[in-house]
């Protein structure tokens, strides 16, 4: 399974919805110990990462998302057996009540 390098969070929610139900984790990271508020997140800590299911897809975010989707490869060298993806905009783009409906 092939994903893009960058999710917006509109991506990223609906990635979230249908890999969830065929079974893959999508994981939220941290890599600036800063919480997203309601949203379910990990901080960045390889050993603990590699523990999740192989295929797992990770979401990192910073700030701006410039510096995760730079360090990109670093994660996916890391990771290999896992799926790595930077959040567009990081932190500063996040909507809180963002939410999908349903069709």
Not at 4 to 22: F, G, I, N, V
Not at 34 to 61: A, M, R
Request: neutral net charge; proline residues 5%.
């Amino acid at each position: 399974m092939q994903f893009p390098d960058e999710w917006t969070q509109e991506e990223y929610l609906k990635a979230k919805k249908t890999l969830d139900k065929s079974g893959v984790q999508v994981v939220l990271v941290d890599t600036i110990l800063s919480p997203l508020g309601k949203e379910d997140v990990v901080t960045y800590n390889p050993y603990e990462l590699k523990k999740y299911p192989e295929g797992s897809v990770f979401v990192f975010y910073c700030d701006s998302g410039k510096a995760t989707k730079e360090r990109l490869n670093k994660y996916r060298e890391k990771l290999p057996e896992h799926h790595c993806v930077s959040l567009r905009g990081g932190r500063g783009y996040w909507r809180r009540n963002m939410m999908l409906l349903d069709d």
